[in-house]
């Protein structure tokens, strides 16, 4: 493999390259993540490739596609504008003839390639995305920074939408069929509705409950998947057509974690403190004298975030406090202030550092 001359054509006509996009495999994941460290000047055509395949396969965002389709015509622009100022700046020769500018066959390919991949990604969105529309009969919520938005379903099933999430309601619901896809976190209290389970599809796990209570966190960003039981039972599945995972049947109390690392893919059934997550789910958190470990725990847990730092834990007071429906900052920089600690939050992502 040249990765000198190595297209974003060439990624996608990659069997590995597409089995690593929209199957996850360890074996391609390891591959591509090792070549992708060794040819960083590949990232941008790397990236590309990979959301129009996503995107072609109905796995991207409709928020994502539109971005990169809107990236791909200012490259194109950017791609125009430097040609012409290119030409204007060229020195003429004085009393010869200068013939119209001829473009090379680099430059021929780059266009020739750049409209089919500009067509291949306006196919995958208007193929992909239209069905989002409202006339489409979806319905598509979405929280607010920091916030968590309480949502009610036709069948009286009930969500709570937390940060930096997004939940699509398929247009049969409660019709044929109750389900739902989640990026991001969410809990969810289910209605008992006979003959009609009631699923939430996350990533590539599908959950399946009737009459339940159930936290489902997939978010885009982060490497685990955790599916947590309150009250009820729930079934979980691999939603890819080819998934060799057996279904895993959880009881309140217990909680099925999945992380994708780099060498492979592990999961795990575990128990978890009930109390404590349904003390969250309230919109309150009580704190007494506790250890960074608690807060983080229930922060996580409460604002659907991944907490680190690199200072001892020792080195960190135990707080006490008591914060009802606040902004996740709020919180952070009153915690941050007792023990003179510095915040920075990317999206879903919390770093706690050190002044």
């Given at each position: 493999m040249?990765?000198?001359?190595?297209?974003?054509?060439?990624?996608?006509?990659?069997?590995?390259?597409?089995?690593?996009?929209?199957h996850?495999r360890?074996?391609?994941?390891?591959?591509?993540?090792?070549?992708?460290a060794?040819?960083?000047?590949?990232?941008?055509?790397?990236?590309?490739?990979?959301?129009l395949?996503?995107?072609?396969?109905?796995?991207?965002?409709?928020?994502?596609?539109s971005?990169?389709?809107?990236?791909?015509?200012?490259?194109?622009r950017?791609?125009?504008?430097?040609?012409?100022?290119?030409?204007?700046?060229?020195?003429?020769?004085?009393?010869?003839?200068?013939?119209?500018?001829?473009?090379?066959?680099?430059?021929?390919?780059?266009?020739?390639?750049?409209?089919?991949?500009?067509?291949?990604?306006?196919?995958?969105?208007?193929?992909f995305?239209?069905?989002?529309?409202?006339?489409?009969?979806?319905?598509?919520?979405?929280?607010?920074?920091?916030?968590?938005?309480?949502?009610?379903?036709?069948?009286g099933?009930?969500?709570?939408?937390?940060?930096?999430?997004?939940?699509?309601?398929?247009?049969?619901?409660?019709?044929?069929?109750?389900?739902?896809?989640?990026?991001g976190?969410?809990?969810?209290?289910?209605a008992?509705?006979?003959?009609?389970?009631?699923?939430?599809?996350?990533?590539?796990?599908?959950?399946?409950?009737?009459?339940?209570?159930?936290?489902?966190?997939?978010?885009?960003?982060?490497a685990?998947?955790?599916?947590?039981?309150?009250?009820g039972?729930?079934?979980?599945?691999?939603?890819?057509?080819?998934?060799?995972?057996?279904?895993?049947?959880?009881a309140?109390?217990?909680?099925?974690v999945?992380?994708?690392?780099?060498?492979?893919d592990?999961?795990?059934?575990?128990?978890?403190?009930?109390?404590?997550?349904?003390?969250?789910?309230?919109?309150q958190?009580?704190?007494?004298?506790?250890?960074?470990?608690?807060?983080?725990?229930?922060?996580?847990?409460?604002?659907?975030?991944?907490?680190?730092?690199?200072?001892?834990?020792?080195?960190?007071k135990p707080?006490?406090?008591?914060?009802?429906?606040?902004?996740?900052?709020?919180?952070?920089?009153v915690?941050?202030?007792?023990?003179?600690?510095?915040?920075?939050?990317?999206t879903?992502?919390?770093?706690?550092?050190?002044?």
């Amino acid at each position: 493999m040249d990765a000198h001359h190595f297209s974003i054509e060439d990624f996608l006509v990659n069997e590995s390259f597409a089995n690593y996009c929209l199957h996850n495999r360890a074996s391609d994941r390891r591959f591509w993540e090792q070549w992708l460290a060794a040819h960083p000047e590949k990232q941008e055509d790397f990236d590309t490739a990979r959301d129009l395949l996503l995107a072609m396969s109905g796995y991207l965002p409709e928020e994502q596609v539109s971005a990169r389709l809107e990236a791909f015509k200012g490259l194109l622009r950017e791609k125009k504008a430097s040609l012409q100022q290119a030409a204007m700046s060229a020195t003429p020769i004085p009393a010869v003839p200068v013939p119209a500018p001829v473009r090379t066959m680099r430059n021929a390919y780059w266009w020739t390639a750049a409209a089919v991949i500009l067509g291949i990604i306006a196919v995958g969105y208007l193929r992909f995305v239209k069905p989002v529309a409202p006339e489409a009969g979806m319905l598509v919520y979405t929280s607010e920074n920091d916030k968590r938005s309480n949502i009610t379903l036709a069948d009286g099933s009930t969500v709570i939408l937390y940060p930096h999430s997004k939940l699509t309601v398929m247009p049969d619901y409660n019709h044929q069929s109750r389900r739902v896809v989640l990026e991001g976190q969410g809990f969810f209290t289910v209605a008992d509705v006979a003959q009609r389970p009631f699923s939430v599809v996350a990533k590539k796990y599908t959950t399946t409950a009737l009459g339940t209570a159930f936290m489902v966190s997939a978010y885009e960003m982060d490497a685990t998947v955790k599916v947590s039981l309150v009250s009820g039972k729930v079934k979980i599945e691999g939603t890819q057509h080819d998934s060799v995972m057996q279904p895993v049947i959880l009881a309140p109390g217990e909680q099925f974690v999945e992380h994708t690392a780099k060498d492979k893919d592990s999961s795990a059934t575990i128990t978890f403190d009930v109390n404590s997550l349904q003390s969250v789910i309230s919109g309150q958190l009580i704190f007494k004298d506790a250890s960074f470990t608690e807060l983080k725990t229930q922060l996580e847990a409460y604002y659907g975030v991944t907490i680190y730092t690199d200072i001892p834990l020792s080195s960190i007071k135990p707080f006490t406090g008591e914060f009802n429906d606040q902004p996740l900052m709020h919180v952070l920089e009153v915690i941050g202030y007792v023990n003179n600690l510095k915040i920075r939050q990317d999206t879903n992502r919390v770093y706690i550092l050190a002044r």
